[in-house]
């Protein structure tokens, strides 16, 4: 036993990399996360217990074989750590940025139940992957053989780009269509550089191009290239959008109020040096305001945080259930508060106040019986009503699939009652012949590892449809 790396769970407390000290990360858009020293990755993955039913794993979406790798990790054997990770997972170093590891791996690690504190995964998952970029570790995609058949994806976010890589890898001819003009999707507009880098993302990009995989951005699906040009072109085609369309609150047309996905975008394009000219003259800038966030989820975290680093006068978080009941992770929201947002609970916008606005007209809630999903449903307090001033209101209530029929012109691509596209549960493929679908377009509004599942699954059962299908390229 004197070698015996693993279950030091007891003797060795659990210890995240740094954090940057508030002041300092408020001032820029770096990660407030420095990188682990080699030593202390081995050390925090040493004390994983090894238990024999890995918990860890069967809470990641990706079933990434967490203790294998941790093991790895702790031995010093980081190239064999890093290839066991990238065997399941198309990008750890983004998983292990930005996944919510309290609500998945590590919120379920054996360690944490018994008061020991869990296992550091998500820090050591980056940090592996960090270092397989730094040493050449990660190979570029080179096929052992090509394929004649040629397959389209629309949309270049992380479902998407899963897709390709793994229908690269096996000699497949990728074409990946996207709206923006940088691919990434909600990983480069929509996530702030705080929480993830954009070069860590450019990097997974210029390794996809380097591997052959085609991009065709700038390109609007429905008026720049038709969904049948498309199709016609390809033996298969996966749609991987994701899900764009804002849900609005009623009466928001006066000046100031904002939908978040317009508001992290172009700070996000502000970062890579982008003119922007909706920043520039103010409306999606934070600078000086007094700031409402309208939402409890991640994208509510991302908006409030980006709103500190413009130099936001002030930054309040509204939100209609509490603490407890908040869908974002609340590593975010302690992040968030650390940072000097104010979290108003229990409290639903109910209208508001200027042509321009100037305030928030606010209901005061309190926790009822559960709903239909078992959380405790909001009720009004009557007579509690005040009003929070504001001159700048971002919403960030989620995002609902846009009605791609209409917008694509496709006649036969069958939607759900949600506007989802309907697709089958362990293939993807939809009521089209040879079209398929992954990600959030699908399941809605989702996490990022879930789209890397999806687009992975995806891409299987396309490569089994293009291995039965007649070829049109080979003819």
């Known amino acids: 036993m004197a070698n015996q790396k693993m279950l030091k769970f007891t003797t060795v407390d659990r210890d995240m990399p740094e954090k940057r000290p508030p002041n300092l990360r408020r001032d820029d858009f770096n990660e407030i996360y420095a990188e682990y020293a080699g030593d202390k990755a081995e050390e925090q993955s040493s004390r994983c217990s090894q238990c024999g039913v890995p918990y860890c794993q069967s809470h990641c979406p990706l079933h990434n074989n967490i203790p294998d790798w941790l093991r790895l990790t702790a031995e010093g054997r980081l190239q064999e750590a890093y290839e066991l990770s990238q065997a399941t997972n198309t990008f750890p170093e983004i998983c292990g940025r930005i996944c919510p590891q309290d609500r998945l791996c590590e919120g379920n690690c054996v360690i944490e139940q018994s008061g020991h504190g869990t296992v550091t995964i998500g820090s050591v998952e980056k940090y592996i992957t960090d270092k397989a970029f730094d040493e050449g570790w990660v190979k570029p995609i080179r096929p052992y053989a090509e394929r004649a058949e ?35 999707g909600l990983l480069t507009y929509g996530i702030p550089g705080f929480k993830l880098e954009k070069d860590v993302v450019m990097k997974r990009m210029a390794q996809l191009e380097d591997g052959g995989v085609q991009f065709v951005l700038n390109c609007n699906v429905g008026e720049d290239l038709s969904f049948d040009a498309i199709r016609g072109k390809h033996d298969a085609v996966l749609i991987a959008t994701g899900v764009y369309k804002s849900r609005d609150l009623p009466d928001t047309d006066a000046d100031g109020i904002v939908r978040a996905i317009d508001f992290l975008t172009a700070s996000n394009r502000k970062s890579f040096g982008d003119d922007v000219a909706e920043f520039d003259s103010g409306e999606l800038n934070a600078e000086g305001k007094s700031v409402v966030v309208i939402g409890g989820g991640d994208t509510a975290m991302d908006c409030v945080r980006t709103s500190v680093r413009q130099g936001a006068k002030s930054v309040k978080c509204l939100y209609r259930r509490d603490r407890a009941n908040m869908p974002g992770s609340q590593r975010e929201v302690q992040n968030a508060e650390e940072e000097g947002v104010e979290f108003v609970w229990l409290s639903a916008p109910n209208g508001f106040e200027g042509d321009a606005v100037t305030g928030v007209k606010v209901q005061k809630m309190r926790l009822g019986q559960p709903d239909a999903t078992g959380r405790q449903a909001p009720e009004v307090i009557e007579g509690a009503d005040y009003v929070e001033s504001a001159d700048l209101v971002i919403q960030a209530l989620g995002f609902e699939p846009e009605d791609l029929p209409k917008l694509w012109g496709v006649e036969g691509l069958e939607v759900t009652r949600w506007g989802t596209v309907k697709a089958e549960f362990s293939t993807g493929q939809t009521s089209l012949d040879g079209v398929f679908a992954a990600g959030d377009i699908v399941r809605g509004a989702s996490l990022v590892v879930w789209a890397i599942r999806d687009g992975r699954e995806a891409a299987d059962a396309m490569l089994e449809y293009l291995s039965g299908a007649t070829s049109v390229a080979a003819e």
Do not use: K, N
């Not at 479902?159 to 890898?169: E, M, N, T």
């Open 150 to 184: 040629s397959v389209g994806i629309i949309g270049a976010g992380p479902g998407g780009l899963a897709a390709a890589d793994r229908l690269r890898r096996q000699g497949v001819q990728v074409t990946v269509y996207d709206r923006y003009d940088r691919g990434g």
